[in-house]
């Protein structure tokens, strides 16, 4: 009998025939392919809503969070069954996913940083003013041709 404390550690790995490895991964890769084409369509419906002239924000928010879902739905199934971790005992599932989470974390946490970093010196330094939109274009007349001075020519 086994201590009940290794009963996680414990392997029973399915063999599974070619025949079904085949079909289970054919079946991953159309599923894959379904969702990058709605993510697409989505793309191309957020940039058709930012040509109009007033594009509705909550509803741009709202497609951009559809695609992060999907984004991360194919990351699960591409590590999942073609990474084969999905197979794998939960610690060492666990070993792979918490410190992939802290590194997520991490890249916010320094982007959280760095926008505050640069609002605060946009505040502070008044000589020091970013802006990621371009300035609008102001109208300008044209420029008239310069007229010769009589006699000289």
């Keep these: 009998m086994q201590h009940p404390a290794f009963e996680e550690v414990t392997i029973h790995h399915e063999h599974t025939d070619d025949a079904t490895f085949k079909k289970k991964v054919r079946k991953t890769?159309?599923?894959l392919s379904v969702?990058?084409?709605i993510e697409l369509g989505i793309g191309l419906l957020i940039y058709t809503m930012h040509k109009g002239e007033n594009p509705n924000e909550l509803l741009v928010l709202m497609f951009k969070g559809m695609v992060c879902i999907l984004t991360l739905?194919?990351?699960y199934y591409i590590v999942s069954v073609f990474m084969h971790l999905g197979d794998e005992i939960r610690n060492?599932?666990?070993t792979i996913v918490v410190p992939l989470?802290?590194?997520?974390?991490?890249?916010?946490?320094f982007i959280w940083d760095g926008n505050s970093y640069k609002n605060l010196r946009n505040t502070y330094d008044k000589h020091f003013?970013?802006?990621?939109?371009p300035?609008?274009?102001q109208?300008?007349?044209e420029a008239k041709p310069v007229e010769k001075p009589a006699g000289k020519e």
């Design 92 to 94: 060492m599932i666990m």
């Design 73 to 75: 739905a194919k990351a």
């Design 101 to 109: 989470l802290l590194f997520i974390w991490f890249i916010a946490a």
């Design 139 to 141: 109208h300008k007349e």
């Design 29 to 31: 890769t159309i599923l």
């Design 135 to 137: 300035a609008k274009h």
């Design 35 to 37: 969702i990058t084409v």
């Design 129 to 133: 003013q970013e802006t990621t939109m």
